[in-house]
């Protein structure tokens, strides 16, 4: 492919990733921003790939200090990113259990609704 | 390097795994397999391009960079308390950021030594080096303001905003010449330099109560210089990717800012709090004397009601107090007290924060209510019990046309019969503005840590 033709099928597969993004993101519950811009943030770690394939072409003393530290940051973007927003969806958890047992041993006077 | 067939339908697997997981991400039954979804998108990419990279001789370099990474990331995101959460977002954020800096530049190194600079990938290095310097210089102050190492209040000088402007301008007259005239190496580091530089200016006016806009914000810039990386590299799984979290973090930026009842631009550019000085002499001048309270007389007064509202705000998470008022709302519901939990779109530090502590203490999710839903009830609360929460229940917000926080939308906890404020002091909250709230002649204010405090009142409440 020439370069015109990669340039054109990135914009292609840009705007229509753009449309889904936006169509993605309508309505979601106040209590879910946080845990989905945690999300979205290991899902841009994937830059870790972008410098894995600089990384395996360096060549020269500073390109490898720049590969390196590339890999490293993208590294930390992937492994924490995902490491946090596992704990925070891991306290919605026990949420579903939580509302079974109120349902069924409701507080004795707790009549006033 | 045109990707083979093969490798091409696994980028396909990724991107849908990737856009399943943010769909699954919408509802708290299914977020976290969502998450899950979405890191065997990222675990099968990283398997393709490990396979496509196996026969370099770099893996030396390439190995303890991710073992490192992975310890550091792993254990740092384990141990941090859950009131740190906000400012790991944003320094993960920032790595990514950082990465997509680096990889464009070390990029831009190999074309201009090749001679294959060529405008085609030249504007995509730039555009994902200033994104990515942006968004890296932009986290840390986030970070660093969030973590208090540095004062969380809006820093503002004179004229910023034209500075501000000059830079960009500059930046980006350097980065056309850079992509069509000449691709000077030494000028390209002047260009990032400045591109870090106008990141930190960008965020050291906003402050603390807006930052959670801020790193949605510049959670989708990395997308987006993940994005133009993958222009670089000719790699449509990163566009792919990228794109989605551009998109995505524009949305959740403008919802999370449209929360707060306030315009991104607002938030952006009106050094929040600058009119702070009047609005505090206001409250001052309308205040009279606070009344200070002691657990022994609250303890009847919760122990005896009908209805109690919680309303938990930062304060809370930073005294860690959400088990201590779990417990104080299990031994109210003994004695026949209904126990609300008053949830404030922009509570804590970011959106959902007291939603995920009190889940953790396991409190019953019916129990929590969203501000629309809990406003109605104030007036028949006979106690509203403020723990750590300010500007959201400041009633500034609706009265005082001259307040920094007017128009946003609060809980009404000034309408129930008695207000308990759990503090820790006379401060202001982030938005750095008195709270005429504190001076209600209804208004009690019980002083000290918010956790010693609540455990107190649970064995006060427990004799009566």
Known sequence: MSPEQTLALGAFIFALAVFVGFLLISKVPTMLHTPLMSGTNFIHGIVL???????????????????????????????GGWVVTDRMLQMFRRRPAADVHKAETPPPTTTDH | MQPSALTTLGYLVTAVAFMFGIQLLRSPATARQGNRIAAVGMLLVLGITAALIHNTGNWPLIIPPIVIGTAIGAVSARLVRMTAMPQMVALFNGMGGGSAALI?????????????????????????????????????VAFAKLQELMPGRPLTYRLQSVVNGLLLLVIVAIGIYLIVVDQNLALFAVYIVLSLILGVLFVVPIGGADMPVIISLLNSFTGLAAASTGFVLSNDVLIVSGALVGASGTILTLAMSKAMNRSLFNVLFSGFGSSVESAGTAAGAEGGAIHPTTVEDLAPLLAFAQLVIFVPGYGMAVARAQHEVKDLADELEKRGVTVEYAIHPVAGRMPGHMNVL????????????????????????DVAVVIGANDVVNPAARTQTNSPIFGMPILNADEAKTVVVLKRSMATGFAGVDNPLFYKPNTLMLFGDARTSVA?????????
């Open chain 1, 49 to 79: 790939v972008g410098a894995l394939t600089v990384a395996a072409s360096a060549n020269d003393t500073l390109g490898y200090i720049i590969a390196i530290a590339a890999v490293l940051l993208g590294t930390l973007n992937v492994v």
């Open chain 2, 104 to 140: 464009a530049a070390q990029d831009f190194r190999t074309a201009v030594a090749s001679g294959t600079a060529h405008p085609y990938i030249t504007w995509a290095i730039m555009v994902s080096c200033f994104i990515g310097s942006l968004s890296i210089a932009g986290s840390m």
């Open chain 2, 358 to 381: 009190l889940a953790e203490a396991n409190v019953p999710y019916p129990q929590l209510k969203e501000m629309d839903a809990v406003n109605g009830d104030f007036p028949r609360a």
């Open chain 2, 456 to 464: 107190a009142l649970v064995a006060e409440v427990k004799k009566q």
